[in-house]
Each structure stands twice: as structure tokens, then as C-alpha cells.
């Protein structure tokens, strides 16, 4: 299934990540590949599926555009959000230290392989 193939991909080429997950903004996950077992990616993609559901809002009220990327970072983990519909997105969870360039342009090249999946 493509789901996978992207997973494993982004999980395989990007340098300190902990986990990837595809998920819709009602909180399912489509797929995940986990790295670090204690990595909870769903419920990262859980709690912040209703934050890109306020950016979106937010934009839409300032005409600013489609959102297309959100980018979180912590104490102990950086978060990568990226659109694939109005209703799907792909999160990754990164080590700070991690090279997220890496992580963030390997997101966007699947973007579009995803995107055809939901259409």
C-alpha cells in the first residue's frame, strides 16, 4: 500500500525521527511507522489535528491562504504537520537535535503521491 511505502521512506531517509503517522482530522490514523516505541505519534496527531483545525480557521478569517505546514517545537521533540487535503495530514515526530530540513522536504515530495490516494 502507498500509505506504508511513504512511511517507511521518510522513516528510512530522515536522521533522528521517532515517528510518522498519516491521519484525518477526526483523529484516525490511515497508517504509522514508528522508530522510537516510546514515540506516541497517534496521540500527537490526536492533539494537534484540532490545532491545525484553528490555523485553518485563523487563516481562512485573515485571507491569508491554505495552510500548509505546521511546525511545533519542545523541550524534548520537534513536530512537523503537513496538509495533504483539508482533511488528512502527515505529522512526524523529530529528536530536537534531528535534521528537520530533511524531514520537512521529504514531507513535501510525498504530498502529492498522498494526495492522489484521497482524491
Do not use: W
Not at 500509505?3 to 484525518?24: K, P, T, Y
Not at 496521540?43 to 485553518?56: H, N
Request: net charge negative; with cysteine.
Amino acid at each position: 500500500m502507498i500509505f506504508d511505502e511513504v512511511l517507511n521512506e521518510i522513516a528510512q531517509r530522515s536522521d533522528g525521527l521517532q515517528g510518522v503517522v498519516i491521519m484525518g482530522m477526526d483523529g484516525i490514523a490511515i497508517g504509522e511507522h514508528l522508530v522510537d516505541p516510546a514515540c506516541s505519534i497517534q496521540t500527537v496527531g490526536i492533539e494537534y489535528a484540532s490545532a491545525i483545525k484553528s490555523i485553518q480557521r485563523a487563516s481562512r478569517s485573515l485571507a491569508a491562504g491554505t495552510v500548509q505546514e505546521v511546525f511545533i517545537s519542545t523541550q524534548s521533540s520537534v513536530f512537523i504537520l503537513r496538509l495533504i487535503t483539508e482533511e488528512y495530514f502527515i505529522a512526524v515526530a523529530l529528536a530536537p537535535d534531528a535534521n528537520h530540513g530533511k524531514a520537512r522536504y521529504l514531507m513535501r515530495l510525498a504530498v502529492p503521491r498522498l494526495a492522489r490516494e484521497f482524491s
